[in-house]
């Protein structure tokens, strides 16, 4: 197989799962948890005479999502009515947005593999999810619980050019929705599904290659799977004169392929019309001003200013804005350490595999980050030394306690007296007169090295190591 | 006091002084509707509660609280108002089961006023109808000739209030299903301006004309329900905020000076002789009474019963698709599910539930949304309605209230349009334009044809301005010299 000679076109809808407490239309609760069925009202299922009432919350987190991917947020914009009979479709319709969506015309810019990517937003628009059904041998079950979720449904330009562009693509907007705290951005419980549409065409062509799209892949790993494969395997259909059909297809992790799910019908008439049940939302400017002044700084600009301002490298900066906590954890400690390397390098390594292990967010981190800060600080005012402070890292993190305290409790403090170590070096010297010999006959070479442990042993770690070194050097001068 | 015919004044007076208890009203009230129902089938459910309900009633106020303004007044409820805890079908099979778990804000406002419910009242099928055929539970015969229509679709309100088996009753109206049954059985029925009454918990048929109101023997019982009723609804967001006239007090029957517009498209064209007569001698007597006739044009008019049709049969073919028989009302019998495919599923289910009418206009208004149809039909409908308000709201620059007739005839006899659509919408050629327009409209009894049957003339205020038609219809009902009148059926 080969894919030189052709290109592949990709456009992602990612659907956004509002985080508000109640559900778009109704005061129902949107609880993940929920016993089946138990987050429903006669609203949520449709019952007779029931009408839609808009959560202003729902509208409150779209228009700070549109600001965020640069989209102009229409002044008046219509809910409309998408009809089509399915089972967990309570009202025969989804209340939905058509020709006026609240988002339209915005683009994110990402890097990938260091190469800087803009993906145009075409819309974004609210609309309610659907219940869940379950097919069960000769039964359904249907729960309405996920009913009246409300969503936000972002959709990209046909912008996207590679598998892995797809998945950074995802990973921005996942990240954007989690830095503005509007979507807990959850892929396995369903709080962002992706649907990708893509289609391969030689380079060079105008037109699009037939898509096709595949529906709800659950990790942006597997996205990036997903559409290599599919990439792959309508590229070998075409090469073979086959003719690719417009279809959906769902993502088999374990077989590591695509597979049918079924063909798309002609383009299904979905009848909107306006609801006549729901005002236009209105969005004034003062309040679009007054969310774009809310707006937190966003991961891009912020990796791009720890960058520029911290010096750090762009790795770095990447890693630590990717969630909000983790950069806002850096911020605040590297305003106390006033060391944003080391500050960078403690969070990255240490706190992190410490939070993996823990499973625990940053956020219920039992080391605050002035404490962090406080403990860079003293490494680098000399009072303890880098090995110590991993003894110290561990007991902050067992105990919560305060840098200084545990080395006040412990006797941690760096000897930087020279009197001290000396004395201690005499020891070790004398402890190991045979050893002197060899280095200072040259029997055996680089037994520096063998000295320095051992008085760092002897002190415990404390002797500072410089000047264990620089006394050393003088005293087995040959 | 005659029960029977006590106003809704009378009877709550009565009943929060104790001179009367509401549960002896609600026991004489049953009586007659278990007396004059097999008669004229104005009931489909009677609510077995009634008078438990009322005896609650009397407690309370035994206990020395103040009820409200409508304490221990029977009413019957027509079947699009979901009541809480009895049968709420729409008038039609594929809800013949269904109990909804909730209360209209219409009924719960009701209840809070102190009204008793006595039972839910027949109707055209999911009130898409002009004679109340259509209904699921057959039709309503007219008190006044139970040979002919109480009209439709409020059919069943019309036919227990004339034939007081209730004190008072609740209708729905769409393009003219208050104001033409009352019409046709000597009711005042009023529509009130869109988004005066909320409408929650209302079967819907076409949402942006449906409208709530009373069908009531008189002006004033018309104007205390109405104050009950109206008013914000956090459930219903085209709700007003307006605060609620107090229009039973503001009633006045000094019309002097008021400017009473004759619309010029309604004045030609085939209307009967009686219809004709009884509005030529409202117009006389207003005129006397000091009003001021002024000749307004709305042409749009012409247009109002297609743009109607289109804009109702579009909005009812998405408000019923719920009716699915997936999680409530009636569901085909199919024996094993799992060999039934899906649309067969849907195909069986709302083929055998709904009635031939209501698939007519499902399958009208699924046409007119079609992608290729939408821009022709729907949005072309919407735009000719705009054009007729504002067309509305240009007259009423020159006028206070229109009158005019509310049908062409009188009440017609029971078969005789059924198998002609057609004939049957161009019955509600006075009465759409009103919804169309989102303006007040009301009817009120003033004359009476060659054969017996009642005719009213119709009222049409500018937006929020019921007040004016109230009292327009105040003082044709003080100048009235049919009222009193009996139906046969009584």
């Known amino acids: ?478 | 006091m005659d029960l029977t015919l006590a106003s809704f004044s009378e009877i709550a007076e009565a009943v929060q002084s104790k001179k009367v208890s509401a549960k002896e009203i609600a026991t004489h009230f049953h009586a007659r509707i278990e007396k004059l129902n097999p008669k004229l089938n104005a009931f489909t459910f009677i609510n077995g509660n009634a008078v438990h309900d009322a005896e609650a009633l009397d407690k309370r106020i035994a206990q020395g609280e103040n009820i409200g303004p409508l304490a221990g007044v029977p009413f019957g409820i027509k079947e699009m108002l979901c009541t809480k805890g009895l049968p709420t079908t729409a008038g039609s099979k594929i809800l013949q089961n269904f109990v909804p778990p909730y209360d209209s804000t219409v009924v719960a406002r009701l209840k809070k006023s102190g009204v008793v419910v006595m039972g839910k009242l027949n109707q055209d099928e999911f009130a898409m109808g002009s004679s109340n055929e259509t209904s699921f539970f057959g039709s309503v015969k007219n008190p006044w000739n139970t040979d002919c229509v109480p009209g439709g679709s409020s059919g069943g309100s019309a036919a227990a209030q004339a034939a007081r088996m209730v004190a008072g009753t609740i209708g729905t109206d769409t393009g003219g299903s208050i104001r033409q049954p009352a019409n046709f059985c000597g009711l005042v029925g009023v529509k009130p301006t869109y988004g005066r009454v909320s409408r929650y918990g209302i079967i819907a048929y076409a949402s942006s004309l449906d409208q709530a109101g009373p069908m009531v023997s008189s002006v004033k019982d018309a104007a205390l329900t109405m104050e009950a009723i109206c008013g914000f609804d956090e459930h219903d967001v085209t709700t007003t905020q307006r605060k609620v006239p107090a229009w039973s007090k503001n009633l006045s029957a000094n019309v002097k000076g008021m400017r009473i517009g004759l619309m010029k498209e309604y004045m030609k064209g085939s209307i009967n002789s009686d219809v004709q007569a009884t509005v030529d001698k409202a117009i006389d007597t207003l005129k006397k009474m000091g009003a001021e006739f002024v000749e307004v044009s709305v042409p749009m008019t012409e247009f109002a019963v297609p743009v109607y049709y289109l804009v109702a049969a579009s909005e009812a073919s998405s408000n019923l698709a719920r009716y699915d028989g997936v999680k409530y009302g009636y569901r085909a019998e199919m024996g094993n599910l799992s060999a039934v495919d899906l649309e067969d599923f849907y195909g069986k289910t709302r083929g055998e539930g709904f009635g031939k009418e209501v698939k007519r206009r499902i399958m009208l208004g699924t046409y007119c949304l079609s992608s290729g149809y939408y821009d022709a039909y729907y949005n072309k409908a919407g735009q000719v309605r705009r054009m007729l308000m504002n067309q509305y709201l240009e007259a009423f620059k020159s006028c206070d209230v229109v009158l005019s007739p509310v049908t062409t005839s009188p009440a017609f006899k029971i078969g005789e349009r059924v198998y002609d659509p057609l004939t049957m919408y161009l019955n509600d050629i006075y009465t759409t334009s009103t919804n169309l327009a989102g303006l007040p409209g009301m009817s009120v009894p003033f004359g009476m044809s060659q054969e017996g049957l009642p005719i009213g003339v119709q009222l049409t205020a500018t937006h929020f301005e019921e007040q004016h038609m109230l009292n327009v219809a105040y003082a044709l009902e003080g100048a009235s010299d049919v009222k009193g009148a009996k139906p046969h059926v009584f």
């Open chain 1, 1 to 478: 197989m080969s894919s030189s000679g052709y290109e592949a076109v990709i456009g992602i809808e990612i659907h956004v799962q509002l985080s508000t407490k109640s559900k778009i239309f109704c005061a129902d609760p949107t609880t993940f948890d929920a016993a089946d069925n138990q987050n429903t009202s006669p609203v949520s299922v449709g019952m007779p005479g029931t009408l839609p009432v808009i959560n202003k919350k729902a509208i409150e987190y779209s228009i700070k999502t549109g600001l965020a991917l640069g989209c102009t947020i229409r002044e008046k914009s219509i809910f409309a009515r998408k009809n089509y009979f399915y089972p967990d479709l309570p009202k025969g319709y989804q209340i939905s947005q058509y020709d006026k969506p609240i988002c339209e015309n915005g683009s994110v810019t990402f890097k990938v593999n260091g190469v800087e990517k803009t993906v145009s937003i075409t819309r974004a628009h609210m609309e309610e999810d659907a219940g869940k059904s379950t097919h069960s041998g000769d039964y359904t079950l249907i729960n309405y619980n996920r009913a009246g979720i409300p969503l936000l449904e972002v959709v990209s330009g046909p912008d996207i050019r590679s598998a892995a562009e797809a998945a950074e693509y995802g990973r921005t907007i996942r990240n954007i929705v989690r830095y503005l705290d509007v979507c807990d951005g959850n892929l396995e419980e369903g709080s962002l599904r992706c649907d990708c549409n893509v289609s391969v065409r030689k380079i060079g062509a105008e037109k699009f290659g037939t898509k096709v799209e595949i529906k709800n892949v659950n990790s942006f790993r597997f996205v990036e799977k997903a559409i290599e494969y599919e990439i792959d395997r309508q590229i070998d259909a075409v090469e073979r004169g086959e003719k690719i059909i417009q279809e959906t297809r769902l993502w088999d992790p374990d077989k590591n392929r695509t597979f049918s799910m079924r063909a798309k019908e002609d383009a299904q008439d979905y009848r909107y019309f306006p609801d006549p049940d729901l005002l236009p939302i209105v969005v004034s400017k003062e309040m679009i001003n007054r969310f774009m002044a809310d707006l937190p700084e966003l991961p891009i600009p912020r990796a791009k200013r720890f960058q520029a301002e911290h010096g750090l490298p762009e790795y770095d900066a990447q890693v630590l804005t990717g969630e909000k906590d983790v950069a806002d954890y850096y911020e605040e400690a590297a305003k106390e350490s006033k060391n944003y390397k080391a500050t960078s390098n403690w969070i990255m390594t240490e706190l992190i595999r410490e939070l993996n292990d823990a499973k625990k967010e940053i956020k219920d981190s039992p080391i605050k980050p002035q404490q962090l800060g406080k403990m860079i600080s003293l490494i680098d005012n000399g009072t303890i030394s880098g090995k110590i402070a991993k003894t110290v890292f561990s007991e902050m993190w067992q105990s919560g306690k305060d840098p200084e305290t545990i080395i006040k409790e412990k006797g941690l403090v760096q000897i930087t007296d020279s009197s001290a170590i000396e004395k201690i070096i005499d020891e070790v010297l004398a402890a190991n007169p045979q050893v002197v010999e060899d280095h200072k006959s040259g029997k055996k070479k680089n037994l520096l090295g063998f000295f320095v442990g051992a008085v760092m042993k002897a002190s415990k770690g404390q002797a500072n190591p410089d000047i264990v070194n620089k006394i050393l050097q003088e005293k087995l001068k040959v």
